[in-house]
């Protein structure tokens, strides 16, 4: 008698389209793959329209590649009537409907999805299974077990350590190639109209259904949207034109003018890649061969440096950033050092706010659904932590606003890097400066309304009094440490007036941020 074969349902989440994953290498009828748009995942945090269309047409082109290769898929758009909205409710549903006989999953990417999946299946009675995503060049415990022992987490030793394992940019086992590990100091100049940006390669496609869609179940979301200003990869053929476009026409500048800012440029140099790789429709290690390869055909074009600055990006700070998640995860989202308990200005949500910096940052986000990391660093972060906001409140906004969002690489960079919330365990400093930095790095203070060169008075620039303000509010926290001595010297020389003044300045700004 013939052996009754079990069905079996595979979850796949909505960041986890990756088209190469051993999962799709053969075909059975028994496999049954499960995606939903679900209003468990719109409505966890307020999103940017863009995101939630982004990710929702992704699936839709997954599920509809995976059909086109003979695999059973049951896709659950947003007003499905079989939709119950919940994760688990969802997948209860379609093991009784199917008599499914065994529920697999990959690793979600965020903690609240991979206790959700723990916890439901403990609830069903059919046997279960665990897969990785097949993406990340690490395991969720590689970095934790790298720096056992240690008291600090360094992220240059841990990118060395993946340099060396995956022979990245190494010349031999020992050798980084151009003799340098790191081009940081390279990676600083201001872009001042030259060279010249190629024409951005654009994927404006039509996606009022969707829009449509998100309007009838009355999604909240932030930011706008339009045929105009939609312009994100939603299918693996896009994501290879951006890598392909990126690699021939941005990479010889990328390092160069990384953190420079520019109200005339939304990219610059930048490869908007981001939302591609955290959805998995492309892997960091195809992008990185793609674009070394194109660095090793071209290097009488394409300066060592160049590749170093995106390759640290990558294989440095993403991977270090998710191992830092898994390592300092649930606690991590509770972190408040510092203590700072302030609002949010309500600027962040409009961008009508007078500091030229500010906003540019902020409309572009709420435009784009994007900035880049020194936009989102030093200019709308360390305004809200120099106004001293809670780190929830800031870490919502950064969470919801921008497309490549997943939680995993949002907290770590927003908590850790952007807000100091962990208290060191991620950044030794806290990442704040005046206005002189954001004028070193852009043009926003050339038309902006305050002047970058005074500290107080109507016209002085915010950033200025209100840094000497966080300095002074902060000197107990700081006092031992020592990469906070030389900023904690110059404090120290002020006099007690002229403090009082920069104090004074910086009180009003907090209580009164939509004045400014």
């Given at each position: 008698?013939?052996?009754?074969?079990?069905?079996?349902?595979?979850?796949?989440?909505?960041?986890?389209?990756?088209?190469?994953?051993?999962?799709?290498?053969?075909?059975?009828?028994?496999?049954?793959?499960?995606?939903?748009?679900?209003?468990?995942?719109?409505?966890?945090?307020?999103?940017?329209?863009?995101?939630?269309?982004?990710?929702?047409?992704?699936?839709?082109?997954?599920?509809?590649?995976?059909?086109?290769?003979?695999?059973?898929?049951?896709?659950?758009?947003?007003?499905?009537?079989?939709?119950?909205?919940?994760?688990?409710?969802?997948?209860?549903?379609?093991?009784?409907?199917?008599?499914?006989?065994?529920?697999?999953?990959?690793?979600?990417?965020?903690?609240?999805?991979?206790?959700?999946?723990?916890?439901?299946?403990?609830?069903?009675?059919?046997?279960?299974?665990?897969?990785?995503?097949?993406?990340?060049?690490?395991?969720?415990?590689?970095?934790?077990?790298?720096?056992?022992g240690k008291k600090e987490y360094t992220?240059?030793?841990?990118?060395?350590?993946?340099?060396?394992?995956?022979?990245?940019?190494?010349?031999?086992?020992?050798?980084?190639?151009?003799?340098?590990?790191?081009?940081?100091?390279?990676?600083?100049?201001?872009?001042?109209?030259?060279?010249?940006?190629?024409?951005?390669?654009?994927?404006?496609?039509?996606?009022?259904?969707?829009?449509?869609?998100?309007?009838?179940?009355?999604?909240?979301?932030?930011?706008?949207?339009?045929?105009?200003?939609?312009?994100w990869p939603t299918s693996r053929e896009?994501?290879?034109?951006?890598?392909?476009?990126?690699?021939?026409?941005?990479?010889?500048?990328?390092?160069?003018?990384?953190?420079?800012?520019?109200?005339?440029?939304?990219?610059?140099?930048?490869?908007?890649?981001?939302?591609?790789?955290?959805?998995?429709?492309?892997?960091?290690?195809?992008?990185?061969?793609?674009?070394?390869?194109?660095?090793?055909?071209?290097?009488?074009?394409?300066?060592?440096?160049?590749?170093?600055?995106?390759?640290?990006?990558?294989?440095?700070?993403?991977?270090?950033?998710?191992?830092?998640?898994?390592?300092?995860?649930?606690?991590?989202?509770?972190?408040?050092?510092?203590?700072?308990?302030?609002?949010?200005?309500?600027?962040?949500?409009?961008?009508?706010?007078?500091?030229?910096?500010?906003?540019?940052?902020?409309?572009?986000?709420?435009?784009?659904?994007?900035?880049?990391?020194?936009?989102?660093?030093?200019?709308?972060?360390?305004?809200?932590?120099?106004?001293?906001?809670?780190?929830?409140?800031?870490?919502?906004?950064?969470?919801?606003?921008?497309?490549?969002?997943?939680?995993?690489?949002?907290?770590?960079?927003?908590?850790?890097?952007?807000?100091?919330?962990?208290?060191?365990?991620?950044?030794?400093?806290?990442?704040?400066?005046?206005?002189?930095?954001?004028?070193?790095?852009?043009?926003?203070?050339?038309?902006?309304?305050?002047?970058?060169?005074?500290?107080?008075?109507?016209?002085?620039?915010?950033?200025?009094?209100?840094?000497?303000?966080?300095?002074?509010?902060?000197?107990?926290?700081?006092?031992d440490n020592q990469r906070m001595n030389?900023?904690?010297?110059?404090?120290?020389?002020?006099?007690?007036?002229?403090?009082?003044?920069?104090?004074?300045?910086?009180?009003?700004?907090?209580?009164?941020?939509?004045?400014?």
């Open positions: 008698m013939a052996t009754k074969e079990i069905k079996t349902l595979r979850l796949l989440l909505g960041d986890q389209l990756n088209h190469h994953h051993s999962w799709f290498s053969n075909t059975d009828k028994n496999h049954i793959y499960f995606i939903a748009e679900m209003e468990q995942e719109t409505n966890y945090v307020v999103h940017h329209i863009q995101k939630v269309v982004a990710f929702f047409k992704s699936m839709r082109n997954f599920a509809d590649w995976l059909t086109a290769r003979n695999h059973t898929v049951i896709y659950y758009k947003l007003d499905d009537t079989d939709n119950k909205q919940d994760l688990a409710k969802n997948l209860d549903y379609l093991i009784e409907e199917h008599n499914i006989g065994k529920f697999e999953y990959q690793l979600p990417d965020e903690f609240r999805l991979d206790e959700q999946l723990k916890k439901f299946c403990k609830t069903i009675s059919i046997d279960s299974e665990v897969y990785d995503t097949e993406h990340f060049f690490t395991e969720r415990d590689e970095l934790e077990k790298f720096y056992e992220m240059e030793y841990f990118y060395r350590h993946m340099r060396k394992k995956h022979d990245v940019l190494m010349v031999t086992d020992k050798d980084p190639e151009g003799g340098k590990w790191n081009f940081d100091k390279s990676n600083r100049k201001k872009w001042k109209g030259s060279p010249p940006i190629p024409h951005e390669k654009g994927f404006r496609k039509d996606v009022s259904e969707i829009v449509s869609l998100l309007e009838k179940k009355n999604i909240k979301t932030i930011g706008s949207i339009s045929e105009d200003n939609f312009n896009d994501c290879l034109n951006v890598l392909n476009y990126f690699s021939k026409n941005l990479l010889n500048h990328f390092g160069d003018y990384q953190d420079a800012m520019h109200t005339d440029q939304l990219y610059l140099f930048h490869s908007r890649l981001s939302f591609a790789m955290n959805s998995k429709m492309l892997s960091p290690k195809e992008v990185l061969e793609k674009t070394i390869t194109h660095w090793g055909e071209n290097k009488d074009e394409v300066d060592v440096s160049q590749i170093e600055g995106f390759v640290r990006q990558i294989l440095g700070w993403r991977e270090y950033m998710r191992g830092m998640y898994w390592k300092e995860m649930p606690s991590y989202r509770r972190s408040n050092k510092l203590d700072n308990q302030n609002k949010l200005p309500e600027f962040y949500w409009t961008g009508n706010t007078k500091m030229n910096c500010l906003h540019h940052a902020i409309k572009q986000s709420l435009e784009e659904a994007y900035a880049h990391h020194i936009q989102r660093l030093m200019i709308t972060g360390n305004f809200a932590l120099l106004t001293q906001c809670h780190p929830n409140e800031v870490d919502e906004w950064y969470l919801g606003i921008y497309i490549d969002a997943i939680e995993w690489v949002e907290i770590t960079n927003t908590r850790g890097m952007s807000q100091f919330a962990d208290g060191g365990i991620i950044a030794t400093k806290p990442y704040v400066s005046s206005g002189n930095y954001i004028n070193k790095m852009s043009n926003y203070c050339k038309d902006c309304q305050y002047s970058v060169s005074k500290k107080t008075g109507d016209n002085a620039c915010p950033f200025n009094s209100l840094y000497w303000n966080f300095l002074d509010d902060k000197k107990e926290y700081f006092k030389m900023m904690l010297s110059l404090l120290n020389k002020k006099s007690a007036k002229e403090l009082s003044v920069l104090k004074e300045r910086a009180a009003d700004i907090v209580k009164n941020p939509s004045n400014y």
